[in-house]
T-cell receptor
Framework: DGGITQSPKYLFRKEGQNVTLSCEQN?????MYWYRQDPGQGLRLIYY???????QKGDIAEGYSVSREKKESFPLTVTSAQKNPTAFYLC???????????????FGSGTRLTVV | AQTVTQSQPEMSVQEAETVTLSCTYD???????LFWYKQPPSRQMILVIRQEAYKQQNATENRFSVNFQKAAKSFSLKISDSQLGDAAMYFCAYRSARHTDKLIFGTGTRLQVFP
């Protein structure tokens, strides 16, 4: 079955350490996205990528980095510069802008990151 | 910049009854798409229904329907014959037809369903 896989489901890290969240899709989607979800704030866009080897900052990119070396993969690194990294992180993909934006996103099941 | 507002942090409904969740948005564009997503306790985001702004007819998917008022920039979700499995967070979202990179979300409404 096609879908998006995020791993791990739960992640614990010490303050000051970088951590990388995995996101893999087998839907042949061109576009991929990372959102952060905090209670009462909905989903906020961190980074997005519309094609391989290209990505753009979203609304809250500070303290995060991404790469898009393969169409299927869009890992997110939470760096030590991110002041409040504890949150729920959702990865999503979509067919791509050239096919029209009436398609919604397909989401992964998320990673809960806790920094202690 | 476009914004999406969900003014009801929490709603509740009795099983088999009908409930309406509100959503308003702000945009200067005329061509766009609107979505409702459901996030159950598993936290998996599920697309419930979508609406194209150029269509006057309100979208319907089984027990879920929308009331799309373009002039008022309102996009409410009606859930009929509510079921226990409808209990979840519901997010309204906006996507431009021209700048197709972002899906902009509201802050969500938590729906409780009582037997």
């Amino acid at each position: 079955d096609g879908g998006i896989t995020q791993s791990p489901k739960y992640l614990f890290r010490k303050e000051g350490q970088n951590v990388t969240l995995s996101c893999e899709q087998n839907l042949n989607h061109d576009a991929m996205y990372w959102y952060r979800q905090d209670p009462g704030q909905g989903l906020r866009l961190i980074y997005y990528s519309q094609i391989v080897n290209d990505f753009q900052k979203g609304d809250i990119a500070e303290g995060y980095s991404v790469s898009r070396e393969k169409k299927e993969s869009f890992p997110l690194t939470v760096t030590s510069a991110q002041k409040n990294p504890t949150a729920f992180y959702l990865c999503a993909s979509s067919i791509g802008a050239q096919w029209g934006s009436n398609y919604g996103y397909t989401f992964g099941s998320g990673t809960r990151l806790t920094v202690v | 910049a476009q914004t999406v507002t969900q003014s009801q942090p929490e709603m509740s409904v009795q099983e088999a009854e009908t409930v309406t969740l509100s959503c308003t948005y702000d945009t200067s564009e005329s061509d766009y798409y609107l979505f409702w997503y459901k996030q159950p306790p598993s936290r998996q985001m599920i697309l419930v229904i979508r609406q194209e702004a150029y269509k006057q007819q309100n979208a319907t998917e089984n027990r879920f329907s929308v009331n799309f008022q373009k002039a008022a920039k309102s996009f409410s979700l009606k859930i009929s014959d509510s079921q226990l499995g409808d209990a979840a967070m519901y997010f309204c979202a906006y996507r431009s037809a021209r700048h197709t990179d972002k899906l902009i979300f509201g802050t969500g409404t938590r729906l409780q369903v009582f037997p």
